[in-house]
């Protein structure tokens, strides 16, 4: 009877740690689709993204050549949580493949220089 109890006890602790793993690897790479316009971060070499569905602003790392500032583009790609890097604009994207698409960017909302004297 004590070896039942021991049994049930083991199984009530090994579950439930068991399926929290499984659920933090499903959790740490998120697959994304989005599509919007490519802008320049607050930080020098930053690239992001909104996206015009979801509003969610990416922080865009390209696997291979980067799409333009000013480039409207939808991209498939894989989100790791808790990744941060030195951007810390968005959600950071590893962007597998982009296409380039047709659709207004506006302007970059840049700041203008201040006349000389």
């Known amino acids: 009877m004590n070896q039942k109890v021991v049994l049930a006890l083991a199984c ?11 659920q933090e690897k499903k959790t740490q790479d998120e697959p994304v689709h989005a599509t919007g316009c490519v802008e320049q971060g607050v930080e020098a070499g930053c690239l992001v993204l909104k996206d015009v569905k979801t509003k969610t602003e990416y922080d865009l790392k390209f696997d291979d050549k980067p799409a333009s500032v000013g480039t ?6 894989v989100s790791h949580s808790g990744e941060v890097d030195g951007c810390q604009q968005g959600k950071i994207v590893h962007v597998q493949k982009w296409t380039h698409i047709r659709m207004h960017c506006p302007r970059s909302k840049a700041k203008k220089k201040a006349p000389t004297q």
């Open 72 to 77: 409207a583009i939808t991209f498939d790609g």
């Open 12 to 22: 009530l602790v090994l579950v439930p740690i068991a399926l929290s793993q499984d």
